[in-house]
């Protein structure tokens, strides 16, 4: 299953170590399922990390920033090299602009989950008049699905 984390997840998950995200982080450790990020991505969770609410010094904030880059596969923006594909159906927009960038890359690798528990993101999977062509869904969902694709 393809995968793509909200920053806040990957900060429950590596930071927090919430144990809501405990089956996730060893699905994405035994290779179960593939979590995939880009460039924007990382340099908002690289930007995240220094926050003072954080209170990581560089060398933890480095430390989480390599545990996620060894978990994730990162997508180029654009690789001009593979035969290009048919356009991804529209994506609905995020009242947010700052979340669009994860339906983005969910779109453009094909992800079969975008895992979050931002409210407005979630709001976006209950869209009939434009619903994404992933589903987006908070951790504990995501888990109970790989287990269910696993069985």
């Not at 989950?113 to 994404?132: G, H, M």
């Amino acid at each position: 299953m393809r995968l793509v984390l909200d920053t806040n997840v990957v900060l429950e998950m590596l930071h927090w170590a919430d144990p809501r995200c405990a089956a996730l982080h060893a699905a994405l450790r035994a290779g179960a399922a593939s979590c995939h990020t880009d460039a924007r991505c990382l340099a908002e969770l690289q930007r995240v990390l220094g926050y003072p609410q954080i209170a990581r010094n560089n060398e933890a904030q480095a430390e989480i920033l390599a545990a996620y880059r060894a978990l994730a596969v990162e997508v180029p923006e654009s690789d001009e090299t593979l035969v290009p594909e048919p356009s991804p159906p529209p994506l609905p927009r995020c009242r947010d602009a700052d979340d669009q960038k994860f339906l983005e890359l969910a779109a453009r690798c094909h992800a079969d989950l975008l895992i979050t528990r931002d409210r407005e993101l979630l709001r976006l999977a209950r869209s009939r008049r434009q619903p994404p062509p992933f589903a987006i869904v908070p951790p504990e969902r995501a888990t109970a699905l790989l287990q269910e694709s696993a069985a």
